[in-house]
């Protein structure tokens, strides 16, 4: 990965944060936008088509789920990963993230550096989880890597990127328990304690799109696909 392809948008009231994370995007050699604006931000995303926004949930104007809620309503934007970069550690904040369509969540304060590794590991995936082959059928089920779709008994559906990895992981090994550090390390890049409810809300939202025969609950292990 040649990271000067890649536009990151930061989005942060906090101007000390803008500074520090744009210098350290830089260093990397990402090409850098900031703004502290919620109505400026969501212009320049339309107008640069970054590959990345990262934004902060506490923002004047539109708070940072009414930014992500604006940037998934383009099109234009659709393949663009959102992640926020907040003080907010509260359960009901990531739930409110994930469901206007964050692909990942952390938790201020990180060091520069770790963010940068979390943000470049998150991009290395931007393309999917790897498999030999592109489309995989199983149980009803067509998944389609290059095109990002899933198919149900034939009729398509749009999952949001982190849905999708996280069901494409499971459908490389039918029935096998994938436990929760697997998932996590596969998917985001580095390992999801069980308070962090990151990877339930998105299984919650897996089966509510799916139907809840497709996905089994190992209790305390992890999380398989049924066939």
């Not at 149900?152 to 982190?162: A, F, N, S, V």
Request: with cysteine.
């Amino acid at each position: 990965m040649t990271t000067a392809s890649f536009k990151i948008l930061v989005i942060d009231a906090d101007l000390e944060v803008l500074s520090t994370t744009e210098a350290a995007l830089k260093a990397e050699g990402f090409i850098v936008f900031t703004s502290s604006v919620s109505r400026e931000a969501i212009a320049l995303a339309k107008q640069e088509l970054p590959q990345m926004v990262l934004v902060d949930l506490l923002m004047p104007e539109l708070d940072g789920i009414d930014i992500c809620i604006e940037l998934r309503a383009d099109e234009t934007l659709a393949d663009t990963l959102i992640v926020f970069h907040t003080e907010r550690n509260e359960d009901y904040s990531q739930i409110a993230a994930f469901n206007a369509g964050a692909d990942d969540y952390i938790i201020k304060p990180v060091k520069a550096r770790v963010l940068v590794s979390r943000l470049k590991a998150l991009l290395k995936r931007h393309v999917g989880y790897s498999d030999s082959s592109v489309k995989k059928e199983v149980s009803g089920l067509t998944i389609d890597r290059e095109r990002y779709v899933i198919f149900k008994d034939g009729d398509e559906i749009i999952l949001p990127r982190k849905e999708f990895e996280l069901l494409a992981l499971l459908a490389t090994s039918p029935r096998k328990v994938f436990t929760r550090k697997e998932i996590s390390q596969l998917i985001w890049g580095y390992e999801i304690f069980s308070k962090n409810r990151t990877i339930d809300v998105h299984i919650r939202k897996l089966r509510e799109k799916l139907g809840e025969r497709y996905i089994k609950t190992i209790k305390g292990i992890g999380y398989s696909l049924e066939v």
